[in-house]
């Protein structure tokens, strides 16, 4: 028991002091969440999600799970436009162009599709 409070005052002692072990548990809680937080853009994390779908249903789930898209022209896609365009896309019946370019979401539709005819040619 003696020896915890012993290893907290000398913790404590060094902080004061300066000393590199000296650092408190909140000090490196501080830290650890600068760290994560350093460079953390909640669009990046959307565009790469949305990068990282390796097919059109898993792409669905990751809208699903983003929400609503605003677009560049300030217009809000919901989800259910999302995912119905997306469909559309997969079965033939539009194009791309119908996908907001937002967060990367028509290039990965397009390659996504490139990738299912390819499949569709080599069956």
């Not at 990282?52 to 990751?62: D, I, K, S, T, Y």
């Not at 799970?65 to 365009?85: F, K, P, Q, R």
């Amino acid at each position: 028991m003696f020896e915890n409070f012993n290893k907290n005052q000398e913790r404590i002692r060094a902080a004061k002091a300066g000393e590199e072990g000296g650092k408190t548990e909140n000090e490196d809680w501080q830290k650890r969440v600068e760290s994560l937080n350093r460079g953390h853009n909640p669009e990046e994390a959307y565009a790469e999600r949305i990068a990282g779908a390796p097919n059109f249903q898993e792409l669905m789930r990751v809208i699903g799970e983003v929400g609503a898209i605003t677009g560049a022209d300030d217009y809000v896609y919901d989800v259910s436009h999302l995912n119905n365009a997306i469909g559309k896309v997969s079965l033939g019946e539009s194009g791309p162009e119908t996908i907001t370019r937002t967060h990367g979401l028509r290039q990965r539709v397009e390659e996504l599709l490139a990738v299912q005819r390819i499949k569709e040619k080599y069956k």
